[in-house]
């Protein structure tokens, strides 16, 4: 649906692309900032959390706000007096060792002397097998912001790309742009279809380029483009000086030409190449752009990992970008004032509570570059690495996972509702929705529990990379629910929407990466997976015809989705939705045909039906995180077992 002129649906997009991704300037985005909220309060999370759901839709989502409630769930969770000793016993030895510290070598102040892997610092001593597996670094980020020069107010029309004013930057210098949104031939005393400015620079390769609002008296967005309209950072103000201002920063790989737009946040434009393609005049009034292409600095640290190794690593401090890179310069993960660690279990001992923190998997004996970037002034880094949860928690027992069919009690504060205890539906309640009867499902059960058991015990031993993958996947309807004992979780399958309080196909516990708790819990709702089919492409219905293979496409399907949410409990986030590769960790809101397998006829339970896989794909770009992620090895250690 073209919501152009929607500002709610604006934000969400923009804050997507703010985080790295390239879109359209006129292309609809679904799903939603809270449009009517004060930009002065901060918003309120509210409904499923999409970082950990599969949801049926993301419109209406309020992603800025559950980005914020992150950051407060891992601050809270930070401050745990029981943490220590939790990083104590997933330490080497059951012991914790002190912190190795580390001050960069790098003179504060100065820049170009470890900002590439090449270049960076060695971290000596860290890892699980060295001196200590912890590491406290204390850098500092030096200001190589050109000198400002000021600018007269540009004429009008510079509405599009092809009428961008040329700024005259070249690289290595900083303007700054007094300007008025309104008085345009398209303003509101024009032909009212919007005003819109765009800016010409160039860059060198390696520079970054920055814009900045600060000083605005008009609520408006900064956008940096490439050539084409893709949307490459977003910068934002809400025009008065008691609010914040974010500043658009994009790091050019490549030398070449860019634009920036400036435009009032409740006015869309739809063609980048024609100034009068508004979606009608928004707010309107006069801003101040700073605008500069720089090298800035960026620290760069190298700790060696081992396979399987889970790395923890928290930011804090003047600092706001920290990613993690292999040898090729390929990001494995990387996020700009996101922390998730308040998804973690009590037993993880993962950092965080900064303004930045991520996990990864080593997916080899390697290198890896930790990265420091995005702002002025000192920093610290908290690095920590541990084995995988399973092979150092002190019990024999191999990682059971239990499917129940049969509509358990579950807790929804578990998942983020409110606390209680709900009966979930069993899943023979919904059979007759798929055309199915009740003698088909025991065939059903069996369907689900051997696509579960091939998705993460199977193909993860043979394509996984490590041979001592332990995984037991239990069918409820067979055999005892052994559920709370040691080394067991449990996946149910029933309930709905209404009984669980939250609007969403499947969600689980936790998000674990290196999997340290093995008792959690994901439940699978079936009323969006049983709805009509004219309710969306969530619903099986949509894909099964006349001549479908009910059982098999319903349990493929159902076994996909199980997959996915014990996926999250073992630490894996979610995958692009929306790209080339399938993913059984892409998110929810689209491409549902994809992950339930349908094939490219999209007609379930026939020829074409395909086999959704973990596979390495890019992070889903309307969440927190950027780069690649190797769903299939962190399956693979989070199922180790014990050494």
Known sequence: MHLIGDPAMRCRRLLAASAGLAVFVGAPVAGSISAGADPGITPLASGADPFRGLLASTAGVDYAAWKQHALGLARARAQRADLVGVKAAQSPGGRLAPPLSHTELEPPGSAGANETYATGETITGFGVSGTSNRAVVSGHLADTRPAVRPSLRVPEDNGSIPRATDTGLRGGAAIRLPGLIGDGPHGSKGDGSGDFDWFRLSARAGETITADLTGSRVPSFAMITDARGNVLSVGMSFGADNFPVTTARFLTAKGGTFFVLIEGMSSWQNDPFDSGSGSGVGEEGRYLLT???????????????????????????????????????????????????????????????????????????????????????????????????????????????????DGATVDPGKFGGTPGAVKASPLSAFLSK??????????????????????????????????????????????????????????????????????????????????????????????????????????????????????????????????????????????????????????????????????????????????????????????????????????????????
């Not at 394509?463 to 005892?480: D, W, Y």
Request: a negative charge.
């Open 291 to 405: 605008l500069g292409s720089y090298t800035a600095d960026r620290d760069t640290y190298l700790v060696r990992l081992a396979k399987g190794d889970v790395l923890g690593a928290s930011l804090s401090g003047a600092a706001h970008t920290l990613g993690v890179q292999q040898s090729n310069l390929s990001y494995m993960t990387k996020t700009t004032d996101a922390d998730l660690s308040g998804s973690y279990p009590p037993s993880s001992p993962l950092p965080g509570g900064g303004n930045a923190a991520v996990a990864y998997v080593a997916e080899r004996d390697a290198v890896y570059a930790v990265t420091v970037e995005n702002g002025v002034g000192r920093y610290d880094l908290d690095l920590e690495v541990y084995r995988p949860g399973p092979e150092t928690d002190g019990s024999a027992a191999v990682q059971t996972v239990v499917l129940d069919f």
């Open 434 to 643: 798929w055309g199915l009867k009740a003698s088909d499902l025991p065939a059903l059960t069996d369907k689900i529990t051997q696509t579960v058991t091939e998705n993460l015990r199977d193909d993860v031993i043979a394509r996984g990379g490590n041979p001592r993958v332990a995984l037991k996947i239990v069918n409820g309807q067979r055999a005892a629910d052994t559920f709370g004992q040691p080394n067991v979780a449990k996946a149910v399958v029933g309930g709905t929407v209404a009984q669980l309080g939250l609007d969403t196909v499947g969600i689980s516990e936790f998000i674990d990466p290196g999997n340290f708790s093995q008792e959690d819990q994901a439940i699978i709702l079936l009323d969006h997976l049983s709805s009509p089919a004219i309710d969306g492409d969530a619903s099986l219905n949509t894909y099964l015809k006349p001549g479908s293979n009910r059982v098999a496409f319903v349990g493929t399907a159902i076994g996909n989705v199980v997959s996915h949410e014990i996926g999250h409990l073992i630490g894996n986030y979610h995958t692009d939705n929306n790209n080339q590769t399938t993913s059984l960790m892409d998110a929810g809101g689209a491409g549902f045909w994809r992950l339930f397998g349908t094939g490219p006829d999209q007609i379930g339970g026939n020829a074409d039906d395909t086999d959704t896989d973990l596979v390495t794909d890019r992070f889903m770009p309307d969440e927190p995180f950027l780069g690649f992620e190797n769903t299939l090895n962190v399956a693979a250690w989070g199922f180790s077992a014990r050494r």
